[in-house]
């Protein structure tokens, strides 16, 4: 996977910004992975992109730790909030459906904890990674999958 775009934040407002910009690079149908470690800022991105969706303000974007899946409706994409860090088994995975919000019209699926499974790795359209490099410095890279070969 090739980086296709790289964010330096200094402030949870400048991932929220980050999160913003990085509404260009999404689009319907496609399934995300954020990765990083506890606290990195994974929920705090999804405040921006919520917003640049205009599918939730960011007070109101909040983690689905325990509730597992949030679900933010905006007028051109619905967007799914996933926290897999409580799920420990395919089965559980199952419960969520996750098929199914992809088959939602217009849906984006932004996973985090979600390369702790093969399947949702190797479904996955990218992923965007955040790792802390200060107190509240954050490195950002977003990475599309390598173009399929056409058969
Ligand atoms: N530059 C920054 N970008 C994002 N968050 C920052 C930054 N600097 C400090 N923070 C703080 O780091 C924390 C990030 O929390 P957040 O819930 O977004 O992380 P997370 O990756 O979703 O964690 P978890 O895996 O527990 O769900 C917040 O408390 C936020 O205020
Ligand atoms: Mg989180």
Redesign the pocket.
């Known amino acids: 996977m090739s980086p296709n775009r790289e964010f330096h934040?200094?402030?949870?407002e400048?991932?929220i910004a980050a999160g913003r910009q990085l509404t260009h690079d999404l689009q319907p149908g496609q399934m995300i992975i954020?990765r990083?470690?506890?606290?990195?800022?994974?929920?705090?991105?999804v405040k921006g992109i919520a917003e640049g969706f205009a599918a939730a303000l960011q007070e109101d974007v909040t983690?689905p730790?325990f509730t597992l899946v949030h679900e933010y409706r905006g007028p051109a994409v619905t967007l799914f909030h996933i926290?897999l860090?409580r799920i420990d088994t395919e089965r559980e995975l199952a419960t969520l459906g996750i098929d199914d919000l992809r088959a939602e019209p217009a849906s984006i699926l932004l996973v985090?904890?979600g390369e702790k499974f093969e399947q949702i790795k190797a479904q996955s359209d990218g992923e965007i990674s955040?790792e802390r490099t200060g107190?509240?410095?954050?490195t950002i890279v977003y990475r599309a999958p390598a173009a399929k070969p056409l058969r």
């Open positions: 934040t200094h402030s949870p400048e991932t954020l990083g470690d506890l606290g990195a800022g994974k929920t705090t991105l983690s730790t926290d860090y985090e904890w955040i107190e509240s410095e954050r």
